[in-house]
């Protein structure tokens, strides 16, 4: 864990029961596939694409057909069996704006954070064997070589387009049984709809109890120390 800190945005309104009773709330990777908001919305989460500059040759190993066209290349992982809990390791104005928030719950014992959210994930009786994973989120452009393993699902968990890079996110991850799965494609540009395929998918919650993080948090309220 290379960060010393961790913030949460969110509305106040929340903060009270993020903070006193440690309800963290998971969505799976498809609520946030299918979100309109461009700043949480991303068709493409759990997913790595490659899409040259340049037009891609195909060759088909059964007939040696070679076939040249404007494609991506697709490496995903079922979505909606991965649930995330998004945080910042960056506090800022700008932030506070981007998220619509009026709160941020600064965690300053990180650790204190995840090991307490790794056991109240161990009850789940539908959890992966792989637990809770934690990492920084890895922003990649979709022309040039990804720095993570683009076939390792787990790592496509945390995977997201540049666009992203400046909210800095940091993010918690756990999968049910049958999540972690590789699933790889070839599209064609222009003709495949990455938000209509996201639809088919169906969005989920699940609220993970980790008890008061009071003793490992403190709250900021955007230019004021006191709740609006």
């Known amino acids: 864990?290379?960060?010393?800190?961790?913030?949460?945005?969110?509305?106040?309104?929340?903060?009270?029961?993020?903070?006193?009773?440690?309800?963290?709330?998971?969505?799976n990777l498809t609520y946030f596939r299918q979100h309109e908001c461009e700043q949480r919305g991303d068709p493409l989460e759990g997913h790595h694409r490659d899409d040259p500059d340049n037009c891609v040759e195909i060759t088909n190993l059964s007939t040696g057909q070679k076939i040249k066209g404007d494609f991506s290349f697709l490496n995903t992982t079922n979505t909606d069996l991965i649930f995330i809990f998004c945080l910042s390791k960056t506090y800022s104005d700008r932030l506070f704006e981007e998220f619509k928030s009026d709160a941020c719950i600064e965690i300053t014992d990180v650790t204190g954070l995840l090991n307490r959210t790794r056991i109240a994930v161990r009850k789940l009786t539908s959890l992966h064997p792989a637990g809770l994973l934690h990492d920084d989120v890895k922003c990649y452009a979709a022309n040039q070589p990804a720095e993570f393993n683009i076939k390792e699902p787990r790592e496509l968990a945390f995977a997201k387009d540049k666009a992203f890079r400046n909210q800095d996110e940091y993010r918690l991850v756990f999968g049910e049984k049958k999540a972690f799965n590789l699933e790889q494609a070839i599209v064609v540009n222009g003709q495949y709809d990455f938000r209509e395929e996201a639809m088919k998918g169906t969005p989920m919650d699940k609220l993970i109890t980790i008890g008061s993080i009071a003793d490992i948090a403190t709250v900021r309220y955007i230019n004021t120390e006191q709740p609006p």
């Open 1 to 27: 864990m290379g960060s010393k800190t961790l913030y949460k945005y969110l509305p106040s309104k929340y903060v009270e029961q993020v903070l006193s009773s440690g309800e963290l709330l998971f969505r």
